[in-house]
């Protein structure tokens, strides 16, 4: 007999719904908040009531794209953290209240090991087989920026992580700079195709081992064009696209040189990537082009499993309903990371 999951997501700004058939996604639906836009960042109140208005729509979506009956499902798997509480408790009151009514188990889901087992997600256009353990995932989102070394579907060791700023925040607080609309990391990425990636160069973090800083990068961008604004007024709008593609170039390369520090270390050469950050284009060139340098065999998401997707968290709680790992109606959202 299949399994049926319905996976919900609401950790952030995405409100998503999706149902999976055993590995096999049925669908996968995202309500955007455009709200927040206005603001340059995620603004956690009107996230929250964004959440509740959407929630119904997007789940009822979900369900009639899967073609199932509601009566068919499983389990009913939500992300209980990290993420905003505001936002988390709507996911999670629906997802208990939704797991009552059909008297079927409630599963909980952590955020980051979820972008990590997207890569578990079967769809008619997966290119390969999924990773084998044990292999390496570097989890770049907006707020959070990881190497993860990945033994066991629920076995995972952080083995680097950002000491200050996440690296999708870089892109988001550089694109803020440059005046450029939330989330910042797609438009800088799409501006730097018309640019040059050596045209200006920002400081390099110098942090040992594996864990990563970006606030020094940050701050030299602020300061950079503070300064270069003194002397023209119209310096972004006249280098957008190479200012674009240098910072961009530059926080690719502080990821790359991780990963292949992280790689070299380990001996592992089966290498993931996961989260927001994992859309980037250079970042995608890069490692494919490792892949030949390297020898390694690269895992990216497809872009609908990069960015915060519900189909991730339908994913990982068919994992667990494997296992029978189900939560019970005293369940309460986590702001902070747990692994
Ligand atoms: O995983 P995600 O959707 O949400 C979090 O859990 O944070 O990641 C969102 C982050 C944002 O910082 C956004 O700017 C970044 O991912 N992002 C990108 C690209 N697409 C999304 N960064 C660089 N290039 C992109 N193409
Ligand atoms: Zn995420």
Redesign the pocket.
């Known amino acids: 007999m299949p399994v049926y999951i319905i996976g919900i997501e609401s950790?952030?700004?995405?409100t998503s719904a999706a149902v999976i058939e055993n590995d096999r996604i049925l669908s996968n639906i995202t309500a955007n908040q455009e709200v927040h836009k206005l603001y340059g960042g995620v603004v956690p109140e009107l996230a929250s009531r964004a959440h509740q208005q959407n929630i119904i729509p997007v789940i009822d979506a979900a369900v009639k794209k899967a073609n199932i009956h509601k009566n068919q499902l499983s389990a009913v798997a939500f992300t209980q953290g990290p993420?905003l509480l505001g936002s988390l408790l709507v996911g999670t009151s629906f997802a208990k209240a939704l797991a009552l009514g059909l008297d079927i188990p409630l599963i909980e889901v952590d955020?980051?090991q979820a972008?990590i087992l997207a890569h578990f997600i079967r769809d008619d256009d997966r290119q390969k087989p999924p990773p084998e353990f044990p292999f390496l995932c570097l989890?770049?989102?907006?707020?959070?920026t990881q190497i993860v070394l990945v033994k066991d579907h629920f076995s995972m060791e952080v083995i680097g992580q950002t000491i200050d700023d996440?690296?999708?925040?870089?892109?988001?607080k550089a694109?803020k700079i440059m005046g450029l609309p939330?989330?910042?990391?797609?438009?800088?990425?799409?501006f730097a195709k018309d640019g040059n990636p050596g045209a200006f160069r920002f400081a390099k973090p110098d942090i040992p081992g594996l864990d990563f800083s970006f606030s020094g990068l940050k701050t030299s961008i602020l300061y950079f064009l503070r300064d270069k604004l003194r002397e023209d007024h119209d310096f972004i709008e006249k280098n957008k696209a190479d200012l674009c593609a240098s910072i961009?170039a530059t926080?690719i390369s502080v990821l790359m040189n991780k990963l292949r520090d992280a790689a070299q270390q380990t001996g592992i050469t089966e290498i993931a990537i996961?989260?927001?950050?994992?859309?980037?284009?250079?970042?995608r060139h890069e490692l494919l082009a490792a892949q030949k340098t390297m020898k390694w065999n690269v895992f990216i998401p497809k872009l609908a499993y990069?960015?915060?997707?519900a189909a991730m968290i339908a994913i990982t709680g068919y994992f667990k309903f494997l296992k029978k790992d189900f939560a019970d109606q005293s369940s309460a959202p986590y702001a902070r990371s747990v692994i």
């Open positions: 950790s952030c700004d995405d993420g955020h980051l972008h989890t770049v989102s907006g707020g959070h996440a690296a999708g925040e870089t892109f988001d694109a939330y989330p910042g990391g797609p438009v800088i990425d799409a961009q926080i996961a989260g927001g950050v994992s859309a980037n284009s250079l970042f990069s960015t915060d997707n």
